[in-house]
């Protein structure tokens, strides 16, 4: 009996090890995936989100962001509106809002709809409210024909930063869109980390760069040499930072704005990963200094984002590269020259002067909401800090280095070190030690940790215009030719006549006493 009952349980294992049972398996629904829809085609300045979520038994948190960036949300939730939850067969069900996002049970596939009014949203802190809409990051432009949209204050996403989904948009009859998220299948991390344009837009794709603009703007071969100079300064940028690796796609907002506004001022923010925008009056060049400047700025601020992560303390570096690079990579590329970039550098050293001795670039980093000082300090002190370090750096080390390999030495050390710990003054101070073997305390604890002002001539000696080959002529060592004789004898002559000619008006002799006369009077 017993044999019996052993081999029944045996053959029946087998059975079930060969025949699994068919609600034991896994079907792809059993993984979390969600959709997103943003229809904006009736009314874009309150589009409605859909999430339609699978594979999620159990209680689904979707939230913003707390904070993306210093100070740049002006709680960003308090603009979406209209939530409803339901099952898949449109049942509603109960919905908690949190702070900053909203909380439902999920029966395994479920839809999550609300809208968003954008039509009095603002920046963060009192800094970034003043410079709107200068920083696009700040506010969503409504310029009729297109409409630009942080990922981090529309799309509600799960703390897990893995979870695959994908974006679709339903348009206005015209329109299209255009960023990172049109990519295809993506993960919730990528939703926050990049905006998205829509309108009645023209596309442009140059090797792995494609420019969005309103196709109502007509400067096309502006905007062709525009796509060139970004290339030539990424290049550039990426062969100088060891590490920098393949370049990923980036695409190019150019966004002409109706409003008259002031020149791109010192703003802390969070860069995007892929995309750089640039918000330009109508009247404005693409061209324009202030436009090509701040094209670089946003390219270095994106690239150190990607290989830099530094400690709150060490912001000054991270923005003042990234402000110091906005005047000088233009020139290493051949867009600007010497003068020009000397003199936007100057500029941004008179601003560090108004605020050096207030705080220090150290402090200005730990402020919660960077107001217009630390903003300041970072961004310009900080470029001025870096300036002083480069002329170090290019005058007393092996040839090819300067602070911008620093920052991919700085890249390198925190790849190679565990966990994700950020790298600090400290550290940024110490690798500057082993790299020129030299004690870089002192000035640390007096320039940058203290409040003492840097002066202009601790980056004098910067290398802005270095020497070509190709300009300097040959000595000629031969005779010289007839035509050149013939200048010389002319020289010679006419330097002995003067005094003949000039001799009633030169060489009269003064009255005596005429010194004393004058004098008198």
């Given at each position: 009996?017993?044999?019996?009952?052993?081999?029944?349980?045996?053959?029946?294992?087998?059975?079930?090890?060969?025949?699994?049972?068919?609600?034991?398996?896994?079907?792809?629904?059993?993984?979390?995936?969600?959709?997103?829809?943003?229809?904006?085609?009736?009314?874009?300045?309150?589009?409605?989100?859909?999430?339609?979520?699978?594979?999620?038994?159990?209680?689904?948190?979707?939230?913003?962001?707390?904070?993306?960036?210093?100070?740049?949300?002006?709680?960003?939730?308090?603009?979406?509106?209209?939530?409803?939850?339901?099952?898949?067969?449109?049942?509603?069900?109960?919905?908690?809002?949190?702070?900053?996002?909203?909380?439902?049970?999920?029966?395994?596939?479920?839809?999550?709809?609300?809208?968003?009014?954008?039509?009095?949203?603002?920046?963060?802190?009192?800094?970034?409210?003043?410079l709107a809409p200068v920083n696009l990051q700040t506010y969503f432009p409504?310029?009729?024909?297109?409409?630009?949209?942080?990922?981090?204050?529309?799309?509600?996403?799960?703390?897990?930063?893995?979870?695959?989904?994908?974006?679709?948009?339903?348009?206005?009859?015209?329109?299209?869109?255009?960023?990172?998220?049109?990519?295809?299948?993506?993960?919730?991390?990528?939703?926050?980390?990049?905006?998205?344009?829509?309108?009645?837009?023209?596309?442009?794709?140059?090797?792995?760069?494609?420019?969005?603009?309103?196709?109502?703007?007509?400067?096309?071969?502006?905007?062709?040499?525009?796509?060139?100079?970004?290339?030539?300064?990424?290049?550039?940028?990426?062969?100088?930072?060891?590490?920098?690796?393949?370049?990923?796609?980036?695409?190019?907002?150019?966004?002409?704005?109706?409003?008259?506004?002031?020149?791109?001022?010192?703003?802390?923010?969070?860069?995007?990963?892929?995309?750089?925008?640039?918000?330009?009056?109508?009247?404005?060049?693409?061209?324009?200094?202030?436009?090509?400047?701040?094209?670089?700025?946003?390219?270095?601020?994106?690239?150190?984002?990607?290989?830099?992560?530094?400690?709150?303390?060490?912001?000054?570096?991270?923005?003042?590269?990234?402000?110091?690079?906005?005047?000088?990579?233009?020139?290493?590329?051949?867009?600007?020259?010497?003068?020009?970039?000397?003199?936007?550098?100057?500029?941004?050293?008179?601003?560090?002067?108004?605020?050096?001795?207030?705080?220090?670039?150290?402090?200005?980093?730990?402020?919660?909401?960077?107001?217009?000082?630390?903003?300041?300090?970072?961004?310009?002190?900080?470029?001025?800090?870096?300036?002083?370090?480069?002329?170090?750096?290019?005058?007393?080390?092996?040839?090819?280095?300067?602070?911008?390999?620093?920052?991919?030495?700085?890249?390198?050390?925190t790849a190679k070190r565990e966990g994700a710990k950020p790298f600090s003054?400290?550290?940024?101070?110490?690798?500057?030690?082993?790299?020129?073997?030299?004690n870089w305390k002192p000035f640390f604890d007096k320039y940058i940790l203290?409040?003492?002002?840097?002066?202009?001539?601790?980056?004098?000696?910067?290398?802005?215009?270095?020497?070509?080959?190709?300009?300097?002529?040959?000595?000629?060592?031969?005779?010289?030719?007839?035509?050149?004789?013939?200048?010389?004898?002319?020289?010679?002559?006419?330097?002995?006549?003067?005094?003949?000619?000039?001799?009633?008006?030169?060489?009269?002799?003064?009255?005596?006493?005429?010194?004393?006369?004058?004098?008198?009077?």
């Amino acid at each position: 009996m017993v044999r019996r009952t052993a081999s029944a349980f045996v053959a029946l294992l087998a059975v079930l090890l060969l025949f699994p049972s068919t609600e034991a398996k896994a079907s792809p629904s059993d993984h979390p995936f969600i959709a997103y829809r943003l229809s904006i085609s009736e009314d874009p300045s309150l589009p409605r989100m859909r999430l339609e979520i699978s594979g999620w038994n159990g209680q689904v948190s979707l939230r913003l962001p707390r904070a993306y960036g210093k100070g740049l949300m002006a709680e960003p939730f308090r603009q979406l509106r209209d939530f409803r939850a339901s099952d898949e067969q449109g049942k509603e069900l109960p919905l908690t809002i949190l702070e900053n996002g909203v909380s439902f049970s999920s029966p395994g596939r479920s839809v999550l709809e609300y809208s968003a009014d954008l039509s009095g949203y603002q920046a963060g802190s009192e800094h970034l409210r003043s410079l709107a809409p200068v920083n696009l990051q700040t506010y969503f432009p409504l310029a009729g024909d297109f409409l630009y949209l942080p990922g981090y204050a529309i799309f509600l996403a799960p703390e897990d930063p893995n979870i695959p989904c994908r974006v679709e948009l339903d348009l206005p009859t015209g329109w299209t869109w255009t960023g990172t998220a049109t990519e295809g299948e993506l993960i919730s991390g990528d939703l926050w980390v990049d905006p998205l344009l829509a309108g009645e837009l023209t596309l442009m794709e140059r090797e792995d760069l494609v420019l969005a603009y309103p196709s109502r703007v007509t400067n096309h071969l502006g905007l062709e040499e525009v796509t060139r100079n970004a290339l030539s300064m990424r290049a550039e940028l990426e062969t100088r930072l060891p590490g920098g690796g393949t370049p990923e796609k980036t695409y190019l907002f150019f966004l002409p704005l109706k409003e008259r506004v002031a020149a791109y001022g010192p703003v802390v923010s969070e860069p995007f990963s892929r995309t750089l925008a640039l918000p330009l009056p109508e009247e404005t060049s693409p061209l324009s200094d202030d436009a090509l400047g701040e094209l670089a700025r946003q390219m270095t601020a994106a690239l150190i984002k990607r290989h830099l992560n530094l400690s709150g303390d060490a912001l000054w570096f991270g923005e003042g590269l990234a402000w110091y690079l906005r005047d000088m990579l233009p020139h290493r590329v051949g867009l600007w020259g010497s003068s020009l970039a000397w003199d936007r550098l100057l500029g941004q050293y008179r601003e560090y002067e108004q605020t050096a001795g207030q705080i220090s670039p150290y402090r200005a980093g730990e402020a919660e909401l960077p107001g217009e000082r630390e903003s300041t300090m970072l961004c310009h002190g900080g470029a001025v800090v870096c300036a002083a370090i480069d002329a170090e750096l290019q005058g007393s080390v092996p040839t090819g280095m300067d602070v911008l390999r620093l920052a991919g030495i700085i890249s390198d050390m925190t790849a190679k070190r565990e966990g994700a710990k950020p790298f600090s003054t400290q550290e940024i101070q110490e690798a500057l030690t082993k790299v020129t073997g030299k004690n870089w305390k002192p000035f640390f604890d007096k320039y940058i940790l203290g409040k003492a002002v840097l002066p202009a001539s601790s980056f004098s000696s910067l290398k802005v215009a270095p020497h070509d080959e190709r300009l300097v002529q040959p000595v000629r060592t031969g005779a010289p030719g007839l035509g050149k004789w013939a200048t010389l004898i002319f020289a010679v002559l006419l330097v002995f006549s003067l005094p003949f000619f000039l001799e009633p008006y030169a060489l009269r002799p003064r009255k005596e006493g005429f010194l004393e006369k004058a004098l008198r009077e």
